[in-house]
């Protein structure tokens, strides 16, 4: 199986790290529960270009050179390396596009890291023609658009549960299936082994 992750929210914390430095800045705390888009500048009433700021500041974190894993992760992708062609695809900025590489190589065994243009502009393929040009059977995602997306031109989607992505919880197209964690995709996935043998 082809399997493509995305890695922000979905393999390591993104989000929250996001409302932290915001809350840093500003004093206003805003919890992930209240974060009901992907455009996060929305719920908090900042301009789009003040959101890539934060995203930039992120360096002066520490994020990109030690992030944190979401639960599970690291150790459910290693698993699923063992039987499946792993592709990270990401709408990570050209600014942190070697540091991506770099973590991505030192953590996981896989096939690439792809670059879209999804968010910030800078590639011109979205995360679904990336899909389709690698063949993947099955893709790992937060963004609903994106699964929406990937799933109408035939690409299995994980959804991972998300409070930003329910806007489509009633009109979910047929490939999408959400999931809860990564024990939650491991058991899906052997499912489908199961299904397709």
């Given at each position: ?31 992930i ?91 011109t ?13 099955l ?9 929406e997306?990937?799933s ?46």
């Amino acid at each position: 199986m082809k399997i493509g992750i995305d890695l922000d929210d979905v393999t390591v914390e993104c989000a929250k790290h996001f409302l932290q430095i915001h809350k840093d800045r500003t004093g206003i705390n805003v919890g992930i529960d209240e974060i009901n888009t992907y455009n996060l500048w929305i719920p908090l009433q900042i301009e789009k270009e003040e959101a890539i700021q934060i995203f930039k500041d992120f360096e002066d974190y520490g994020f990109h050179d030690n992030p944190e894993f979401i639960f599970n992760a690291k150790e459910s992708i290693n698993k699923l390396s063992q039987f499946s062609d792993l592709f990270f695809v990401t709408a990570r900025p050209e600014w942190i596009k070697e540091k991506t590489i770099n973590f991505v190589n030192k953590h996981f065994s896989n096939k690439g890291v792809y670059f879209s243009g999804d968010f910030h502009k800078e590639q011109t393929k979205s995360k679904a023609d990336i899909c389709l040009e690698l063949e993947l059977d099955l893709m790992i995602e937060d963004q609903a658009g994106i699964a929406e997306d990937c799933s109408k031109r035939g690409i299995r989607v994980f959804l991972f549960d998300k409070p930003w992505n329910q806007e489509l919880n009633d009109s979910l197209h047929e490939n999408v299936t959400r999931v809860s964690s990564w024990e939650d995709i491991l058991e899906k996935i052997n499912l489908l082994e199961i299904k397709n043998e």
